[in-house]
């Protein structure tokens, strides 16, 4: 299972930096992603990385805002900057072992048990 970690509290304004670690859970050319859930919202797909190639996607919500990154560890993070009360949700690192399209967002296969993020 993958395990994410960093999430907290915030005040609007802050930044936090989110990661999970991957390793067993991703292939030379597939997805990772970061997905959160606002409670009584739809999950909610915000950024994606093939690793193949290292092309990103962002969710218009969080464009310019938010990076999400791969390091040689494969470790995954989500650095989210300028922190919106309505950002406050439970992030759940996401990925596909295998794949091109990354923005399908029914076809993550594996999942984190999410970390919480409150900006206040």
């Known amino acids: 299972q993958l395990v994410e970690s960093g999430g907290g509290s915030v005040q609007a304004g802050g930044s936090l930096s989110l990661s999970c670690a991957t390793r067993?859970?991703?292939?030379?050319?597939?997805?990772l992603a970061w997905f959160r859930q606002i409670p009584g919202k739809e999950r909610e797909g915000l950024a994606t990385?093939?690793?193949?190639?290292?092309?990103t996607y962002y969710a218009d919500s969080v464009k310019g805002r938010f990076t999400i990154s791969q390091d040689n560890a494969e470790q995954v993070y989500l650095q989210m900057n300028s922190l919106k009360p309505e950002d406050t949700a439970m992030y759940y690192c996401?990925?596909?072992?295998?794949?091109?399209?990354?923005?399908?967002?029914?076809?993550?296969?594996?999942w984190g048990q999410g970390t919480q993020v409150t900006v206040s």
């Open positions: 996401v990925t596909r072992p295998r794949g091109s399209w990354c923005t399908l967002w029914g076809e993550y296969e594996y």
């Open positions: 067993g859970y991703t292939r030379r050319s597939g997805c």
């Open positions: 990385f093939h690793t193949g190639g290292g092309d």
